[in-house]
């Protein structure tokens, strides 16, 4: 199973916002679209070895939304439609246990902490993307059976206090090279570098 992890720090929690302006009205929702485009779907299908959670911070209580692969209906390649799944999943009453909104949608209370805290019960390798973190292609040294969970941030990056949560968790910091890309770039980047085994055997 590969897992996504997008932070969206003023990610709205509520259903209000409008599909004619999703950026402008949502707290930049359409960042969080887009990541759930790159990481699911494929020319003629859905990956279904993958599992996407969204943290959203922008509204009093925090909410996550996690889309499973494996059993996730309606998704298709725009943004307007991905983000009508995700208005469905916010009218649904969240609370801190998971609850299904359509077909592989699921929302519950809670921010990226807790998040972290059910990946490490799950004994998931946690890797932070950042621009300055060690090559990705040198992953290969270290097993990778292991499910793996990478972690990203929106337009605004991470803050200091989900790094040092990041950092307690065991993330692993690793960059995609030093150019600053988009979040939904950074995941197909990843779903190519694993679905093709691009590893380099000598790191150094
Ligand atoms: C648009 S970038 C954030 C921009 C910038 N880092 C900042 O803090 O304002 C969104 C996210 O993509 C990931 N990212 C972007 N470029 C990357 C790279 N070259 N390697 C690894 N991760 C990257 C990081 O997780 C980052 O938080």
Same mark, same amino acid.
């Given at each position: 199973?590969?897992?996504?992890?997008?932070?969206?720090?003023?990610?709205?929690?509520?259903?209000?916002?409008?599909?004619?302006?999703?950026?402008?009205?949502?707290?930049?929702? &359409?960042?969080?679209?887009?990541?759930?485009?790159? #990481?699911?779907?494929?020319?003629? %299908?859905?990956?279904?070895? =993958?599992?996407?959670?969204?943290?959203?911070?922008?509204? @009093?209580?925090?909410?996550?939304?996690?889309?499973?692969?494996? $059993?996730?209906?309606?998704? *298709?390649? &725009?943004?307007?439609?991905?983000?009508?799944?995700?208005?469905?999943?916010?009218?649904? @009453? #969240?609370?801190?246990?998971?609850?299904?909104? $359509? !077909? %592989?949608?699921?929302?519950?209370?809670?921010?990226?902490?807790?998040?972290?805290?059910?990946?490490?019960?799950?004994?998931?390798?946690?890797?932070?993307?950042?621009?300055?973190?060690? &090559?990705?292609?040198?992953?290969?040294?270290?097993?990778?059976?292991? @499910?793996?969970?990478?972690?990203?941030? &929106?337009?605004?990056?991470?803050?200091?206090?989900?790094? !040092?949560?990041?950092?307690? #968790?065991?993330?692993?910091? =690793?960059?995609? %090279?030093?150019?600053?890309? /988009?979040?939904? /770039?950074?995941?197909?980047?990843? *779903?190519?570098?694993?679905?093709? *085994? #691009?590893?380099? !055997?000598?790191?150094?």
């Amino acid at each position: 199973m590969r897992i996504f992890v997008v932070v969206g720090h003023k990610a709205t929690t509520q259903p209000s916002f409008s599909l004619e302006d999703i950026p402008g009205t949502s707290g930049r929702l &359409d960042i969080l679209c887009r990541s759930v485009t790159a #990481a699911f779907v494929l020319s003629h %299908g859905i990956r279904k070895d =993958v599992l996407v959670y969204l943290v959203l911070l922008g509204g @009093e209580t925090p909410k996550t939304i996690r889309l499973v692969g494996e $059993t996730l209906r309606h998704l *298709n390649p &725009d943004e307007r439609t991905t983000a009508a799944l995700l208005k469905k999943a916010l009218a649904v @009453e #969240a609370t801190p246990e998971w609850a299904m909104s $359509t !077909s %592989g949608i699921f929302v519950r209370t809670g921010g990226l902490e807790k998040l972290l805290e059910d990946l490490k019960q799950r004994s998931v390798r946690l890797v932070y993307l950042r621009e300055d973190g060690r &090559d990705f292609r040198c992953l290969k040294d270290e097993p990778l059976e292991r @499910e793996m969970a990478f972690v990203l941030g &929106d337009h605004t990056g991470m803050t200091a206090e989900e790094e !040092s949560l990041l950092a307690s #968790a065991g993330a692993e910091v =690793v960059a995609l %090279g030093p150019t600053s890309l /988009h979040a939904d /770039h950074c995941i197909v980047v990843t *779903n190519w570098l694993l679905d093709t *085994n #691009a590893f380099m !055997s000598d790191c150094g």
